[in-house]
């Protein structure tokens, strides 16, 4: 009986162990990055952004449904830069490699 709950109990826990080390791997706080449009950094206008045409751009919301920003998607060569995006301006820059 003790077998069955350990075992059960560790494969619920792995997907939560695969999503920990996903996390780990991502560098935010980068304040600018080189993309096709040129140096993109935090402060710059949104048209930068667009001008270098990401893979895949994703609206991001408040808890209640409104809109907060976007994030731009770019799949570089082993990783993915992520771009967030409020009210025009960019607010911060990620890496996560994978």
């Known amino acids: 009986m003790t077998r069955t709950i350990l075992l059960l109990a560790t494969i619920l826990l792995l997907p939560l162990q695969a999503g920990t080390s996903l996390a780990s791997s991502a560098q935010c706080g980068l ?6 449009a040129g140096l993109v950094r935090v402060g710059d206008g949104e048209r930068r952004v667009i001008e270098s045409g990401p893979d895949r751009t994703v609206r ?8 907060a920003g976007y994030r731009h998607d770019f ?8 771009i967030y995006v409020r009210a ?5 820059v990620c890496r996560v490699r994978g």
């Open 31 to 36: 304040s600018s990055v080189r993309l096709a």
């Open 60 to 67: 991001l919301e408040t808890p209640e449904g409104g809109a």
């Open 75 to 82: 799949y570089l060569s082993g990783q993915t830069v992520q």
């Open 88 to 92: 025009g301006v960019i607010t911060r």
